[in-house]
């Protein structure tokens, strides 16, 4: 973590030199592709002499030919045969633009690429232009940081980190966040949890996929951790990205890590699906909180209307401000067949898509479609300022449609937010917390991570290892609940009564059927279930409920069964309320004494 904010500490500092010449908004526009640019010159500055030397060699091959052949001399998926590196580029400052322009144009093909999606060549004329002058600054400023004993996973930080920083310069919503590191640890580790066995295989290969990519953090923290895992496991990942910056960046870590740069799509998920025929194993994503959707809501509403379920968004289309769901739906779309396997999803939402909707709504009808066919196999509330850029509430939902026996028909409810242990720590007591603790210091909104160790002094799990525990046991306790499909469930009915006369007598239609009062009409959610005496769930049907509930109060009331609907929703944080008594007067009292008799000693000292 040291290394991390040392290195981005050091490249935020170029921006100073762009103060005057660039809008701090437009900082990133330079940093980013100059970040990559740098990343990859160290990544190659062992094998680049040697693919050098080779040039003559290939002269006669074609540029695809000299593009694999070179690579394998640059032993990456990737080389530069250009003469200049970051060093030959400082020594000669008179040129540096064109200079520049020839270390760009030196990369093979799949890295060359990735720098035109930052449109940088615009940023070299303009840094170059005589009114600015400061090019050979900011390359000289990036030659000196040393970038190749970074690994993957703190590239990642630094890029996020200057994202975030640069979003917050541009005052950017609370929806363009990122991942912390943690949370795809854990999301992972929950994935993976219940195929542990199948992935020790030696030589297995699986995949895993994307759709909201970013900069490819979750991608690179699966891949890494079933590496850990099981060295002889492949995981080929798969992903698409609507920022061109984040896109870039994501491609360019897939390069140097030795993965397929082509299975990372550039461009807008719902609108193009560049891996359309594809399915995949796993998938992960962190789609932007209440992503709105009304630029590609005419191609999806056509897809919605015209291919229903042979589409991605046959089960419904949520509100126009929220894409969430949108996202899982287009993920579904992408699950293997169970007789093939099946497939895991794991995916972050803020709190809006467990409830949002009433029955009927497109929210609704997809939460009951997903419930249904029993696919939502677990819901992991996670602490809340965990993310970078908002502090709000997430939830980590677990959809798997090849559940085991155990799982079937039920959804397990994970409370990790470790409320209690907050409660309990803002008083002063030392309670364990097992579920996270503060950061060192804040980043952005976030301040608090969860531990990825995986116990205490105590020998007790925590984080990471504790959440994950609790998902793999499948046992009640006060974190966790197991209930069946059918307790989200519940019926929408519409209470109607009589329409009445200044007499007080029934006003009727003609067939002398009773006309309702409008301006008495009201609604009713029945669930599905009910806890008898015993206090287990059972059955309970509208007509019982009616006549338990609503005709003691209301005896001439009938339902208009036309208008019933029905509809599913997950309350979740009434699931683990506890009703917390009041404080005793003695208790109270006892406390204001205490608080005045140190408010007069504090008096006291002052006066002496």
């Known amino acids: 973590m040291t290394l991390f904010s040392t290195k981005a500490?050091?490249?935020?500092?170029?921006?100073?030199?762009?103060?005057?010449?660039?809008k701090q908004s437009d900082y990133g526009k330079v940093i980013l592709p100059m970040t990559v640019l740098r990343r990859l010159d160290c990544v190659l500055a062992p094998t680049k002499q040697k693919v050098l030397d080779y040039l003559p060699k290939v002269e006669k091959l074609s540029d695809s030919a000299k593009d694999l052949t070179l690579n394998k001399i640059a032993g990456a998926n990737f080389h530069n045969r250009s003469q200049f590196d970051f060093e030959k580029l400082i020594a000669d400052p008179n040129h540096i633009a064109a200079n520049l322009r020839?270390?760009?144009?030196?990369?093979?093909?799949?890295?060359?690429?990735?720098?035109?999606?930052?449109?940088?060549?615009?940023?070299?004329?303009?840094?170059?232009?005589?009114?600015?002058?400061?090019?050979?600054?900011?390359v000289k400023k990036f030659a000196e940081i040393d970038l190749s004993d970074m690994d993957t996973m703190q590239m990642g930080y630094v890029f996020e980190d200057l994202i975030r920083r640069?979003?917050?310069?541009?005052?950017?919503?609370?929806?363009?966040?990122?991942t912390p590191r943690e949370v795809i640890k854990l999301m992972v580790n929950v994935l993976f949890n219940a195929d542990n066995e199948a992935l020790t295989q030696a030589g297995i290969v699986?995949?895993?996929?994307?759709?909201?990519?970013?900069?490819?953090g979750m991608l690179s923290i699966a891949?890494?951790?079933?590496?850990?895992?099981n060295p002889d496991a492949k995981l080929q990942v798969f992903g698409q990205e609507i920022n061109p910056e984040s896109y870039a960046i994501c491609k360019s870590d897939m390069?140097?890590?030795?993965?397929?740069?082509?299975?990372?799509?550039?461009?807008?998920?719902f609108t193009i699906d560049g891996l359309r025929q594809e399915k995949f194993d796993y998938m992960l994503s962190n789609p932007p909180f209440g992503v709105d959707w009304k630029k590609a809501s005419k191609l999806i509403k056509e897809e919605h209307q015209n291919l229903a379920y042979a589409g991605r968004f046959g089960a419904g289309l949520p509100r126009i401000n929220d894409g969430?769901?949108?996202?899982?739906?287009?993920?579904?779309a992408k699950m293997k067949a169970p007789e093939d396997g099946g497939s895991r999803i794991g995916i972050v939402f803020n709190g809006s898509p467990l409830f949002t909707g009433q029955a009927g709504s497109g929210e609704s009808n997809i939460r009951q479609w997903i419930i249904e066919n029993d696919w939502l196999e677990a819901i992991i509330a996670l602490p809340d300022q965990l993310f970078y850029n908002t502090g709000i509430s997430t939830y980590i939902w677990i959809v798997n449609n090849h559940k085991n026996e155990q799982r079937q028909g039920k959804i397990q409810l994970i409370n990790a937010t470790g409320s209690k242990d907050e409660e309990l720590m803002s008083k002063g007591e030392r309670e364990f917390n097992r579920f996270w603790e503060k950061m060192p210091r804040s980043l952005g909104n976030k301040r608090k991570q969860i531990p990825d160790a995986s116990h205490n002094n105590g020998g007790e799990a925590k984080g990471?290892?504790?959440?994950?525990?609790?998902?793999?046991?499948?046992?009640?306790?006060?974190?966790?609940?197991?209930?069946?499909?059918?307790?989200?469930?519940?019926w929408r009915i519409t209470v109607e009564q009589p329409l009445k006369d200044e007499q007080g007598n029934h006003v009727t239609a003609k067939g002398g059927k009773i006309k309702p009062d409008a301006s008495l009409r009201d609604y009713e959610n029945i669930p599905f279930l009910q806890k008898n005496k015993d206090g287990l769930l059972v059955p309970q049907s509208i007509e019982d409920y009616f006549e338990r509930e609503v005709k003691p109060h209301l005896p001439e009331a009938w339902i208009d069964d036309k208008k019933t609907k029905t509809g599913y929703e997950i309350n979740f944080t009434t699931y683990f309320y506890e009703f917390k008594p009041l404080r005793s007067l003695a208790e109270i009292k006892a406390d204001i004494l205490a608080l005045e008799k140190s408010s007069l000693e504090l008096e006291q000292k002052v006066l002496d």
């Open 166 to 178: 640069f979003a917050e310069q541009s005052n950017e919503t609370a929806g363009e966040h990122f």
């Open 102 to 138: 020839n270390h760009i144009n030196g990369y093979s093909a799949s890295a060359r690429e990735i720098i035109e999606y930052f449109n940088f060549d615009d940023q070299i004329e303009r840094m170059d232009d005589p009114k600015a002058d400061i090019l050979f600054q900011v």
């Open 324 to 332: 969430s769901l949108l996202f899982l739906q287009h993920m579904i």
């Open 9 to 22: 500490n050091l490249i935020w500092e170029v921006a100073d030199l762009l103060r005057g010449d660039y």
């Open 464 to 490: 990471i290892g504790f959440i994950t525990k609790l998902y793999g046991d499948f046992e009640e306790n006060e974190f966790v609940k197991i209930l069946p499909n059918a307790y989200f469930g519940y």
């Open 206 to 216: 699986k995949t895993l996929y994307d759709p909201a990519c970013g900069t490819g």
């Open 223 to 229: 891949e890494q951790h079933l590496n850990e895992f």
């Open 255 to 269: 390069l140097i890590k030795g993965q397929n740069p082509t299975n990372i799509k550039f461009g807008n998920t």
